[in-house]
Nanobody, 121 residues
Framework: EVQLVESGGGMVQPGGSLRLSCAASGFAFSSNAMGWFRQAPGKEREFVAGISWSGGGTYYTDSVKGRFTISRDNAENTVYLQMNSLKPDDTAVYYC??????????????WGRGTQVTVSS
């Protein structure tokens, strides 16, 4: 059974930082590109960042470039999202999933529960 368990969210002030983690199991994690997505209230889920199976390739949507960093630990089956200089527009539930390529928005598995990120003063 595939499991994607996101954690690390919380409430922070604008300009703050958070590090999200996603623990994956039930599939060949180290052979798959992974992505982070987010869904804000009333909006569709959007692709935020992707990373190749090796970690050598990364992709970011324009709104987070220079602020977010995606990374992975294949030994721990975990993908991370370091988020710096957070803005209120970053408020959303964040999800991870395997993707067809690190630039692709096409996910493989059903979604986990996600982790809530709230940026507010």
């Amino acid at each position: 059974e595939v499991q994607l368990v996101e954690s690390g969210g919380g409430m922070v002030q604008p300009g703050g930082s958070l590090r999200l983690s996603c623990a994956a199991s039930g599939f060949a994690f180290s052979s798959n590109a992974m992505g982070w997505f987010r869904q804000a209230p009333g909006k569709e889920r959007e692709f935020v960042a992707g990373i190749s199976w090796s970690g050598g390739g990364t992709y970011y949507t324009d709104s987070v470039k220079g602020r977010f960093t995606i990374s992975r630990d294949n030994a721990e089956n975990t993908v991370y999202l370091q988020m710096n200089s957070l803005k209120p527009d970053d408020t959303a539930v964040y999800y991870c999933n395997a993707v067809t390529s690190y630039r692709s928005r096409t996910n493989y598995w059903n979604w986990g529960r996600g982790t809530q990120v709230t940026v507010s003063s």
